[in-house]
């Protein structure tokens, strides 16, 4: 027995250098000294008794060899003893009243932390002890409290853990084998830990897994969330604990949503830890509401400020960046360990549609996905790009992401690069509109070294691909880098070079970017003296030089570009010129290089053109300095000397015969006092050809040097608006003259009316910019007598015109180029076959200004140049190209038929037409003898379009002007090509789409702006081609002379117009043209409000005579005149008025006024979907007016398709417009109130009445347009309907599944309703297949039969779902699309034993749809306990008629009882296969 109070001081150990860690032990004293001393001195000789000495001078208690024995011990005595149980722990209370005892019985048994190995304290040896350990629990619980204050919380330096008695206690009750009331330790240790300072909390939540166990988890979770809601800053620790925790599921959700609540409240240092948390506990369950909430509430990075920015690049900022840094590494770590999140991530990003609800963070997580792996990289790729085309992902959020956060961003850089490139590559231009702005941010944000030539790497190589679109991007972005970092670029110029070595395969257009980024730099380096890149002007001087030396017009285009890129730079006269004496100044180094390539182009006419064309646009484009302007005016005075002829009182004066030709002057506008002409037939006719050619360009260039001199004002050469051309006399298109001519004067007569028509052009291209509000400088009188002679000359070119076509469509020429066209689309057109030709080479003699005429004129002065700006060029194609649609739809969907219907009747039309007939002003096939030559002409400015709104009252015998129909025709169909240049970029283009390389550079804005005047013309020409339409009776012949007389035309009497095809033609244009407009491409709004202006004046030139209140009545609301709505309202209510007006005359055009109608509906869904945030008001509004636009639309269609059309109204009968009641019917079914009833009632009521080869006349069903000639048109678009209309239920029905699984009975009711009316539709459509017996019916019948099939299998998780509540509906639906499938078994094996290659192609698929579609019933059934069972056996060969024929498949006995009909056969399901039939492969 150990004793206490006898111990001699004398017996202590002798002691040694240093003291005992504990000062000696003291009995606690108390009032009850005795009590306590009783307790204590128990307490120790039942230690005594185990073999523990408890006083131990030295240090902590000793303890016995065995502590296991002195556990069993204790345990024994505390079991069998309830009193010194008692005692025990009465002692060990007092005992451990002083803070000294209680630091001996917690340190561990050895004394000294020095030792090589420690051992277990007492106290841990106690707490194993299980009748004792709760209540030592509670009493070390209680004693925490009493060492809460031993370290300051703001103490900076914390004890170590044997001196820190509080931490020791938690220690002590961390891992125990076994806790023996773990409810009450733990509801006490929660207590405990509610009043702990901050840093103990903090140690005690870290160890809760450790103390606590799993039996109280949810106390625990409970508590800490109460803790968490009180004190946010012990979120690491909590989450740490939570992590550690062994949680079922429901608890895991729920520390799943204390975690998402404090997404909103957490410090960003804390952010990271919170963020790993979530995303690692992620589960197929909870991972989308994990995802959405870190999106919705994780505040990333905000705007930064450049200003401070700038200032305070250092301050503040590491801290920023490294919490930001901590938090896209505690994404980017996680997403790599869970891969769920990576397609959650997807999908829930996929899922958003509007681009207000997409963030900042959207951005870096596809980024983050990117960077993770590659085997997402394509996905991700799609992704972004929709995003960005969606408007969802847009420049503001790039730049939050990158501007101004370099270090941030720099480790995803190469990532940010890829997704560059991907976007520069796509086709669709919003796309690349985004990869150019990533291009330039990314090149303006990292300034280092290796960044930069990574950018202008990956532009190299776009460059190189090939794709028009994308070389034409990065160029763009080369050239914008260029103009605004020339300097940057001069020492990485090395990795720019590479572009040089695909010049051979770059447009006009990109030709032009290529040397403006050379020419930038080329000359920053002529100009800065420190700068090691000088050699850069050289270089790019040698390559140009070479190019424009080339005898190749290829190459030498390429220099002419480079060389007029480079003077345009060098001689600007914002530059300032060095004056250096051992170096030419830049105007010399300017002029030199203009003789150099007007020199070269002397030996082609074609490079001769392109010089003046793309001098011309330098000079309206850029003010150069006074030397050049004055050596180009030097130049152009010489046109004079080569083209104009003096006349005497307006007459020539002599008569000569040019290769026995007699001369006449057309068209003196001027009459006496005109005193030159144009010397057409002189030169058309000598070895001096050629110079025409370059005639319509020299004098663009003429005019233009003219304005800058004149500050605008063509004054110095209006002589020329005027004055008459020289050409064959108009006897020659008499029949007896045209016949005794030979093929040489026959090509030359083309010829002269060839460069006649262009000279007009040009002409108009010239003086239109005199009246068009361009220059406020002439007189109103000045402008009035312009504007007449305009109005002439526009009559004179539609004139010339039409004798041009007819005159080749006679004597076949290959007309001249006489401008080189930039293509919309596909590769160049100088690599195009007879687009230089033999006329080139026809033209090999050299381009001199020897070319004079026989009576040479001192040139007029000719000054500088200015800088008005031009609109860009396309080609004008001839009004006989425009009229040479009669009777056809000029929408796209007609085209197929048009052309064939064209082919013939052009073919009969050349045999027939000679010159003693008419040659009519009219829509006819003609035109086409100009058709393939078109864009050889000059292309006719926007200017010219002011034309179309000038008004004059000519004294006339008719009281309407449809006499000048024809000129506005002419220019309406102009500006329709040109619409189609802007509204469907990058698809296949037709000829009539090639524009000038002016035009390429004109942007969508700028072309809008500058046809917005135009709108109430268009509106002004519909209303007279509509009125003349209504009255149908021809035009008065005498008016159209007597305009022909004013404008001098000669007098061919067999010249005359058809004023119902002309005003067929405009009706058809305006209305094309106005749909146009509201083609999602032409306004590409990311919201209304940016061309809400041209929005505005278009629906407003379009708005009905009167008023619009009977019209609106049936929209409530009715909305305010002067909105955007109303004037929607308005203009469709315009456009329906003339469809049901255009009802009693003409089925084309009631057409085309429907579809121009589903335009502007279109436009209203476009807008709608793209207003956001504070447009919210505007979209309500447009919600309201939606449904009654719908409705006109939808009860539009129906009047035409239920209208009895007289076959005087339908131009030749249904014949060829099956494609037309095709699109009418499908809007029809897309805007009427049920698309599904409707489909079943045309399907399976309507159309099975319906013969497809004979019809009765009086028999319509309703339906006049349902014949047989429009059968299979009606028959296709009932099937594509019916199909889209399931794969929409079929996306519902999975969305819905998705969203809230197992949603209400009576929805799902719903939707099996309409699955069967779609079921109907398709068994239907295709056992007509059995009474009809076309093989273009049964091809389409197996073609959208299987593709039906494959969306009705992707329905099968949804059945079966819900197959035990619904199986009879279910049952039902299966059986009636059975007898599709066996209709679509036997059209296959006729098909095949037919040979008919029209089905056969198509059985593969379709076999394979029907294979799944009967495994996945057998599936169905079988994993459903339903009672149902499935029988499968084998189709009898039968064909369509239901009789038995011989197979070729051999059927024993055995397969003898079930190989038999399935109808004579009653399961609940049967679906039966062809496996066993001669068709099977």
């Not at 409970?222 to 968490?228: F, G, I, R, T, V």
């Not at 050299?846 to 031009?870: D, L, Q, V, W, Y």
């Not at 109608?1157 to 279109?1162: K, Q, R």
């Amino acid at each position: 027995m150990v004793l206490l109070h006898n111990q001699n001081p004398s017996r202590k150990r002798p002691s040694s250098s240093f003291g005992p860690p504990f000062p000696p032990a003291k009995i606690p004293k108390s009032r009850n000294d005795g009590v306590a001393v009783d307790a204590v001195e128990r307490m120790v000789s039942i230690l005594a008794e185990g073999g523990c000495t408890l006083i131990n001078p030295l240090g902590a208690p000793s303890l016995p060899a065995d502590p296991y024995k002195l556990r069993r011990y204790l345990s024994g005595l505390f079991s069998s003893s309830s009193e010194d149980r008692s005692l025990f722990l009465s002692g060990f209370s007092s005992y451990i009243q002083s803070s000294s005892n209680l630091r001996r019985v917690l340190i561990s048994s050895d004394g000294s932390s020095f030792a090589p190995t420690r051992s277990e304290s007492l106290v841990r040896h106690l707490l194993l002890v299980a009748p004792i350990q709760f209540d030592l629990q509670i009493m070390l619980l209680e004693k925490l409290p009493e060492y809460f204050d031993i370290v300051s919380g703001d103490s900076q330096t914390l004890l170590s853990l044997e001196d820190d008695v509080a931490r020791l206690i938690i220690n002590h009750l961390r891992w125990l084998d076994f806790v023996v009331d773990p409810s009450s330790f733990t509801d006490k240790l929660m207590q405990v830990l509610s009043i702990c300072p901050l840093h103990l909390k903090k140690e005690i939540i870290g160890s809760l897994p450790e103390i606590v166990g799993d039996q109280n988890n949810k106390t625990v979770i409970d508590s800490l969330e109460q803790m968490l809601h009180e004190d946010p800053s012990i979120i690491v620790p909590v989450l740490d604990s939570f992590s550690n925790f062994n949680l079922d599921d429901q608890l895991q959700e729920q520390v799943i949503t204390i975690a998402l609540s404090c997404i909103r409240t957490i410090d960003a240092e804390q952010m990271p830890c919170l963020l790993r948390f979530l995303l690692l506990s992620a589960t197929q369950v909870n991972v989308r509401r994990i995802i959405s909430q870190i999106r919705e509430h994780l505040k990333f990075l905000s705007v930064p400020n450049t200003h401070t920015l700038q200032k305070n690049k250092l301050k503040g900022k590491l801290l920023v960046d490294n919490t930001e840094a901590s938090i896209l590494d505690a994404l980017r770590s996680s997403l790599q360990f869970k891969s769920i999140l990576c397609q959650e991530i997807l999908k829930e990003l996929n899922g958003l549609e509007k681009p207000r609800d997409h963030k900042i963070i959207d951005i870096w997580l596809l980024v983050l996905l990117y960077t993770n792996g590659e085997s997402m990289r394509k996905s991700i790729e799609k992704v972004f790009k929709k995003k960005v085309i969606e408007g969802c992902i847009q420049e503001v959020m790039l730049d939050q992401c990158i501007y101004g956060n370099k270090e941030l961003a720099k480790e995803y850089f190469l990532s940010l690069l890829s997704l560059s490139e991907y976007l520069l590559a796509c086709k669709e231009q919003k796309a690349r509109d985004f990869g150019i702005y990533m291009y330039t941010l990314l090149f303006e944000e990292f300034a280092d070294t290796y960044s930069r030539q990574e950018v202008l790497g990956a532009l190299v190589t776009h460059v190189g691909s090939g794709v028009k679109s994308e070389v034409s991007s990065a160029l763009q972005v080369m050239a914008s880098l260029a103009t605004k970092h020339a300097q940057e670029l001069i020492p990485l110029s090395s990795h720019i070079n590479g572009i040089l070595d695909y010049l051979e395969g770059l447009t006009v257009e990109n030709l032009h970017k290529v040397y403006e980024v050379f020419s930038h730099m080329a000359l920053l380096a002529r100009s800065s003296s420190d700068c090691f890149g000088s050699s850069i002007a050289n270089e790019l001087l040698i390559i140009v030089q070479k190019q424009v030396s080339h005898p190749d017009l290829k190459y030498k285009k390429m220099g002419l570009i480079g060389i007029l890129k480079i003077v345009s730079c060098l001689g600007d006269a914002s530059n300032v010129t060095l004056s250096s004496p051992f170096q030419k100044s830049n105007t010399e180094e300017a002029l030199e290089l203009l003789e150099t390539s007007l020199e070269s182009c002397k030996q082609l006419c074609l490079s001769l053109i392109f010089f003046y064309d793309e001098l011309t646009a330098i000079l309206e484009s850029r003010t150069l300095h006074t030397v050049i302007v004055d050596w180009i005016g030097k130049h152009v005075g010489e046109f004079e000397s080569i083209f104009l002829s003096d006349l005497d009182g307006g007459q020539l004066p002599s008569r000569n015969s040019y290769c026995g030709l007699e001369g006449e002057l057309w068209m003196n506008l001027d009459g006496e006092i005109s005193p030159i002409c144009l010397n057409i037939l002189p030169l058309a006719s000598s070895s001096q050809s050629a110079c025409l050619q370059f005639l319509p360009a020299n004098f663009h260039l003429l005019s233009a040097v003219e304005r800058l001199t004149n500050q605008g004002s063509l004054g110095g050469i209006d002589a020329l608006l005027g004055c008459p051309l020289l050409l064959p006399s108009s006897k020659y298109y008499s029949e007896a003259e045209w016949l005794s001519l030979t093929g040489k004067q026959k090509q030359i007569i083309s010829l002269c009316l060839y460069y006649a028509v262009n000279w007009l052009r040009e002409l108009l291209n010239a003086f239109c910019t005199q009246v068009a509000g361009r220059f406020e400088f002439t007189s109103q009188s000045t402008k009035e007598d312009i504007t007449l002679k305009l109005l002439k000359r526009l009559r004179n070119l539609v004139f010339l015109e039409s004798l041009l076509n007819h005159s080749i469509r006679m004597c076949p020429v290959v007309l001249p180029q006489l401008h080189l066209q930039v293509e919309h689309c596909g590769s160049t057109l100088i690599n195009q076959p007879n687009h230089v030709g033999n006329m080139e080479k026809k033209n090999e003699p050299k381009m001199t200004h020897e070319c004079t005429s026989p009576n040479k004129r001192k040139h007029k002065k000719i000054a500088k140049t200015s800088t008005p700006g031009t609109d860009g060029k396309l080609h004008q194609p001839t009004l006989m190209d425009v009229l040479r649609k009669a009777g056809v739809e000029t929408s796209q969907e007609m085209t197929n038929e048009v052309s064939s219907k064209e082919r013939t009747s052009a073919s009969v039309d050349r045999q027939s037409h000679v010159f003693n007939e008419s040659v009519l002003i009219e829509v006819s096939p003609p035109a086409q003898a100009l058709e393939s030559q078109k864009f050889r002409f000059r292309p006719l400015l926007l200017e010219c379009f002011s034309i179309l709104t000038f008004s004059k009252n000519h004294d006339s015998c008719c009281s309407d002007p449809v006499a000048e129909l024809p000129l506005y025709l002419y220019l309406i169909h102009d500006l329709h090509c040109k619409l189609d240049y802007f509204a469907a970029p990058g698809k296949q283009c037709s000829s009539r789409s090639l524009s000038s390389v002016a035009f390429t550079r004109m942007t969508l804005d700028e072309f809008l702006s500058k046809i917005r005047p135009l709108f109430p013309s268009l509106k002004r020409n519909l209303d007279i081609a509509f009125c003349s339409l209504k009255e149908g009776n021809e035009t008065c012949q005498e008016h159209w002379n007597i305009q022909s007389a004013a404008a001098h035309n000669p007098d061919i009497i067999n010249l005359v117009p058809s004023k119902s095809s002309i005003s067929t033609m405009v009706y058809k244009e305006v209305l094309h043209s106005f749909s146009k407009f509201f083609l999602e491409q032409m306004l590409n709004l990311p919201e209304v409000q940016r061309n809400k202006s041209v929005l505005s004046d278009l629906l407003e030139a379009f708005q009905p005579n009167e008023t619009l209140d009977a019209g609106a009545s049936d929209v409530q609301p009715c909305p305010s005149p002067g909105t955007i709505e109303y004037s929607y309202l308005g203009a469709c209510s315009f456009v329906e008025s003339i469809l049901h007006a255009a009802c009693s005359f003409s089925f084309i055009l009631a057409s085309e006024a429907l579809f121009t109608l589903e335009s502007a509906v279109t436009s209203v869904l476009n807008v709608v979907d793209k207003l956001e945030g504070d447009d919210v008001n505007i979209q309500s509004r447009f919600n309201q007016i939606l449904p009654f636009l719908r409705g006109k639309l939808g009860s539009s269609a129906q009047k035409l398709l239920k209208h009895k059309w007289d076959d005087e109204n339908l131009e030749n009968g249904w014949k060829n417009k099956g494609e037309i009641v095709q699109k009418i019917l499908r809007i029809h079914l897309e805007y009427t109130e049920s698309t599904a009833d409707l489909l079943d009632e045309l399907a399976c009521t309507i159309l099975p009445q319906v013969s497809c080869t004979t019809m009765a006349e009086d028999e319509d069903y309703g339906y006049p347009t349902l014949c047989s000639a429009t059968f299979l048109s009606w028959y296709h678009v009932l099937f594509e309907v019916n199909l889209t209309v399931l794969d929409k239920l079929v996306k519902e029905v999975v969305h819905l599944e998705k969203c809230r699984p197992g949603f209400q009975p009576e929805n799902v009711h719903t939707h099996l309703i309409k699955m069967q009316k779609n079921v109907n539709v398709v068994v239907a459509l295709v056992n007509m297949c059995r009474t009809y017996d076309k093989v273009t019916l049964h091809a389409m019948a197996v073609k959208y039969g299987g593709k039906f099939i494959d969306s009705f299998l992707k329905a099968f998780d949804f059945l079966q779902v819900h197959f035990q509540m619904h199986n009879e509906v279910i049952i039902l639906l299966v059986k009636e699309l059975q007898k599709a499938t066996r209709t679509i078994q036997t059209l296959c094996s006729e098909a095949k034993g037919l040979k008919q290659t029209a089905i056969t192609g198509k059985i593969p698929a379709t076999k394979r749809s029907l294979e799944r579609f009967l495994f996945r019933v057998k599936a169905l059934l079988h994993t459903t306990s339903s009672g149902c069972t499935f029988w499968m056996g084998n189709l009898k060969h039968k064909d369509l008629r239901g009789q038995v024929v011989s197979s070729q498949a051999y059927v024993d006995d055995r397969n003898d009882s079930i190989d038999q009909d399935p109808e004579d056969v009653d399961p609940p399901v049967i679906v039966a296969t062809a496996s066993g039939n001669s068709e099977t492969d």
